[in-house]
C-alpha cells in the first residue's frame, strides 16, 4: 500500500501521469472517494499519461467514454448512476480484458462486476485544505504488487 499527499489539482494530475508509466494494457483502476475527491481529475492525468489527446471528462451520464488514440487506450467508466442490477448488462468484461487501461469510478456499486485482480486508488480531501487529496493506493494481484514496487523504487 502507498499513500501520497498531494497539495492541489496540478499534482494530483502529474501523481497519476507518473503512474501510467507501470500500467500495461489490461489493467483496471479502481477509484473511490467522496463526490468532489478528484476521481476524475486523476483520470485526467492517467489520459495525459497515455497521451490520448482529447479532454478527459466524467462520463456520468455516458457510463462509459473511450479514448482509443492513446498509447494505449483509456477506457473510463462511471457506476456512480447505476445500480448493481444494471451493471451486467453493460458488458464491462470487453474493457477488462481488452487492450486498454479501464478506470472505474465508484467500483462500489458493483464488486462482483469488477475484475478480481486490480489497483484500488482512494482520493481523500483533507477537511483544513480542500485542495489537497491523500491518495492511497493498494494492490490487488501480484501484477499491480509489482506496480506499485516500481512505484515506489523510483
Known sequence: M????????????KF?????????????LLLEGDLG????????GIGEGLDVGRIIKSPTYTIVREYPNGKIPLYHV??????????PDLGLDEYFEGDGIS???W?????????NNHLEIELKR?????EKRVITLEA???EYEEVLEHFQND
Open 140 to 142: 490487488v494481484g501480484k
Open 2 to 13: 502507498i499513500t501520497i499527499v498531494t497539495n492541489n489539482e496540478e499534482e494530483t494530475i
Open 37 to 44: 475527491a478528484g476521481k476524475t481529475t486523476f483520470t485526467k
Open 78 to 87: 462511471d457506476l456512480y448512476r447505476l445500480t448493481e442490477n444494471e451493471v
Open 16 to 28: 497519476a501521469k507518473k503512474l501510467t508509466t507501470y500500467l500495461k494494457p489490461g489493467m483496471t
Open 103 to 105: 478506470v472505474v469510478e
Open 126 to 130: 483533507e477537511d483544513e485544505n480542500p
Open 107 to 115: 467500483p462500489s456499486v458493483a464488486p462482483e462486476d469488477l475484475p
